[in-house]
């Protein structure tokens, strides 16, 4: 007897619930009762409590988010599959399945091996706080290149004195994977430039994480760098979708590109990149600004907050606040979704405000509503000069 394609589909995921090699189920092509709702996105996590999924419901304005026991998670995820949601789409360490439903309930199964290098990875983690415990990692600490780059030892454990980086790799890599994976759900041959690469740790675990047939470059003003870089993707056989190039941001040659990520570029050097992105056509930026010199000239704050604003430490906060606020409202005004959250715990580092921008309008259709606010923002304080603005053409002083 044949088994339905749900049915299939429904052991599949079951299966690797139960047996830990779930990596993400998305579903889309919602036909919900709340027309507002587009996706459910589900992911493994692991809390104090046990083994928990994360869903995490995608309306058109806002996301909510809950963790359930997988058994609790599963009974609620099973009946909307094929129903409330037209298309399902699992990834496991092993494999990836694709339900398609049509609306006369037909539908097909499609099941492919994947990619090794697209897989997570359980191993020991090394660290003293997580002793005897195992970890759920998108890039596995084994990977040769974490070696090369200093980041982990022989044993394929994090070096004492890269322990908050090879966390911060990790997180980087879950962040992206769940972002690629939301702005680009059927693409694979995805262009992607990391800009002020540096030692190039997270444009590494982007070619880890992605297809084979995806295209990476980073950009570094420091030669001896963007050498080191290049010598360590030959050694690694990546060479041929993972390049380095000496040169600045805002010179550097640019092919059509899907993603733009930019992590601790300095100051402006972050405006630099979102711009390059967004005239390369990228439909997803990642950035983690850092050193926010542009605006703190610049602020005159209010009557009401002048008194407060006197000390040194709150006018830098200030400063970093409107910059962030001033360029995640651009890049919505410009077409994108943007979140802005702390993507790694600052015990680790300063610098981790992340804000992400996901383009959901066409090029060319700015928002009029938006603009409004953004020009009221930055009268509030004073603003005459933001780079992004700058560089998108948008008047902040009328
Ligand atoms: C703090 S490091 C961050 C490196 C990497 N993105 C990371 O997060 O691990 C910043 C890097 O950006 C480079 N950089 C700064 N401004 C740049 C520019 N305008 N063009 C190219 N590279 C730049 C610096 O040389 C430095 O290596």
């Known amino acids: 007897m044949t088994v339905p394609p749900l049915d299939r589909f429904l052991g599949l995921l079951r299966t690797a619930a139960n047996d830990g090699s779930l990596v993400k189920l998305t579903l889309g092509k919602a036909r919900a009762a709340d027309p507002s709702l587009q996706n459910l996105f589900v992911r493994p996590v692991a809390l104090k409590a046990g083994p928990q999924l994360t869903l995490v419901w995608r309306h058109a304005t806002r996301d909510i988010t809950k963790n359930f026991p997988p058994a609790d998670g599963l009974a609620l995820i099973e009946p909307l599959v094929g129903h409330d949601f037209l298309d399902a789409h699992l990834f496991t360490a092993t494999q990836s399945a694709q339900l398609e439903t049509q609306p006369d309930g037909s539908a097909r199964l499609r099941v492919k091996v994947q990619n090794p290098r697209s897989t997570s990875a359980t191993v020991p983690d090394g660290s003293a706080s997580d002793h005897n415990h195992t970890k759920h990692y998108p890039i596995a600490p084994t990977a040769a290149w974490l070696r090369t780059l200093g980041v982990t030892n022989e044993h394929g454990q994090p070096r004492a004195e890269?322990?908050?980086?090879?966390?911060?790799?990790?997180?980087?890599?879950?962040?992206?994977?769940?972002?690629?994976?939301?702005?680009?759900?059927?693409?694979?041959?995805?262009?992607?430039?990391?800009?002020?690469?540096?030692?190039?740790?997270?444009?590494?675990?982007?070619?880890?994480?992605?297809?084979?047939?995806?295209?990476?470059?980073?950009?570094?003003?420091?030669?001896?760098?963007?050498?080191?870089?290049?010598?360590?993707?030959?050694?690694?056989?990546?060479?041929?979708?993972?390049?380095?190039?000496?040169?600045?941001?805002?010179?550097?040659?640019?092919?059509?590109?899907?993603?733009?990520?930019?992590?601790?570029?300095?100051?402006?050097?972050?405006?630099?990149?979102?711009?390059?992105?967004?005239?390369?056509?990228?439909?997803?930026?990642?950035?983690?600004?850092?050193?926010?010199?542009?605006?703190?000239?610049?602020?005159?704050?209010?009557?009401?907050?002048?008194?407060?604003?006197?000390?040194?430490?709150?006018?830098?906060?200030?400063?970093?606040?409107?910059?962030?606020?001033?360029r995640a409202q651009l890049l919505e005004w410009a077409g994108y979704r943007t979140k802005v959250f702390e993507f790694i715990s600052t015990e680790h580092t300063a610098k981790n405000l992340m804000i992400s921008a996901q383009r959901i309008r066409p090029r060319g259709s700015p928002d009029d509503a938006i603009a409004a606010g953004i020009r009221d923002l930055a009268q509030f304080y004073g603003i005459r000069h933001h780079a992004l603005a700058t560089h998108l053409g948008f008047v902040l002083v009328r």
Not at 265 to 282: F, I, K, Q, S
């Open 162 to 326: 890269m322990t908050g980086k090879f966390r911060q790799i990790q997180k980087f890599a879950e962040l992206l994977q769940h972002l690629v994976g939301e702005t680009f759900p059927h693409q694979t041959a995805l262009k992607v430039a990391d800009m002020g690469c540096g030692k190039g740790y997270l444009t590494f675990a982007v070619a880890e994480l992605l297809s084979e047939s995806a295209r990476i470059q980073g950009i570094e003003t420091r030669p001896e760098l963007v050498a080191a870089c290049n010598r360590a993707a030959e050694t690694h056989g990546l060479g041929t979708r993972l390049t380095f190039n000496a040169g600045t941001i805002a010179d550097a040659e640019l092919p059509a590109l899907d993603v733009l990520i930019a992590l601790h570029a300095c100051d402006t050097a972050t405006d630099d990149a979102l711009a390059r992105g967004l005239a390369a056509g990228a439909a997803l930026l990642v950035v983690s600004p850092c050193c926010h010199k542009e605006l703190r000239a610049q602020l005159t704050p209010p009557p009401v907050l002048a008194s407060a604003l006197r000390s040194g430490i709150f006018q830098e906060r200030q400063a970093e606040f409107v910059t962030d606020a001033l």
